[in-house]
């Protein structure tokens, strides 16, 4: 994994995103291939926005499971040749 910091984002690798997303912290999934920045091809994830948008109220969903599942069908719908085929994740600094 490349280790890159810009404009106020970090990347980090997928182990540390689910840690960090099971804490309930933004993590900024884009393209490998793409710069964190982009306004055109990002997606913000949040434990407690998707719960609350996909979840009925008192049920939970484990986040590993969560992330994971996000992550797969992202790599199915977004993963191509030109902008890369699997997600890189960023936290911001």
Not at 23 to 30: P, Q, Y
Not at 81 to 93: C, L
Request: charged share 25%.
């Amino acid at each position: 994994m490349n280790k890159i910091e810009m404009n106020g984002y970090k990347r980090i690798s997928k182990h540390e995103a689910i840690k960090q997303f099971s804490n309930g912290i933004t993590i900024r999934i884009v393209p490998c291939k793409y710069r964190p920045d982009n306004m055109w091809i990002t997606c913000d994830f949040n434990r407690a926005k998707w719960e609350a948008e996909n979840m009925e109220p008192g049920k939970r969903v484990l986040p590993d499971w969560c992330f994971n599942n996000f992550c797969i069908r992202w790599t199915y719908y977004n993963g191509n040749y030109e902008m890369g085929y699997y997600p890189a994740f960023y936290i911001k600094e």
